[in-house]
């Protein structure tokens, strides 16, 4: 009777060309990276991420809602002109149009900047972009704005989220 590794009576096991490289209990140092927990630097790159394509589709929407807030002051104050009330609601919705283009615009370069690890201008974007939608749900009493201003705390909490984990 032969004596194996398993002890007297065993078969004698022959090894094979896989076992060559099996790790012994002399090598106990991991074969690769851990699957169970993602390096933070990921988890910081996904929520930037995340910020600058909410910046993008904000500035989408403000640059939109600019160019209606434009043309639409445009009108109203020529509406206004015409029949003589000598109101300045055109003007008013003019400049929230020209402000907006300038948030959507704001928006663009603070997305940008936020991927050379510069949120600061993401972040003055996002405030900014808060208090004129702010501005436009109490002036004009409706849900214009509503997306941006969503959009928009969004974007803030992920910039603040991404720049938090730094």
């Given amino acids: 009777m032969s004596e ?5 009576g065993a078969p004698r096991r022959v090894p ?3 076992d060559v490289f099996a790790p012994s209990s002399a090598n106990l140092s991991p074969t690769g990276p851990s699957t169970t927990e993602a390096p933070p630097t990921s988890q910081r790159r996904g929520l930037l991420t995340g910020a600058v ?9 403000e640059v939109l809602g600019g160019v209606l807030w434009f043309l ?3 009108r109203v104050g020529e509406i206004e002109a015409a029949l ?16 907006s283009l300038f948030v959507g ?25 808060i208090v004129l939608n702010l501005a436009v749900l109490v002036l004009f009493r409706g849900v214009a704005g509503l997306p941006s201003l969503v959009l928009g705390c969004a974007t803030l909490l992920l910039s603040t989220l991404s720049a938090g984990r730094r």
Avoid: K
């Fill in 84 to 99: 003589g009330t000598g109101g300045d609601t055109g003007g008013i919705v003019v400049m929230l149009g020209v402000v």
């Fill in 16 to 18: 094979q060309q896989h």
């Fill in 4 to 8: 194996g590794s398993n002890g007297p």
């Fill in 72 to 74: 639409s002051g445009t």
């Fill in 105 to 129: 615009a704001a928006y663009v370069c603070g997305g940008t900047l936020a991927l050379r690890h510069r949120g600061s201008v993401l972040f003055a974007a996002c405030c900014l972009g």
């Fill in 53 to 61: 394509v909410l910046s993008f589709v904000t500035a989408g929407f």
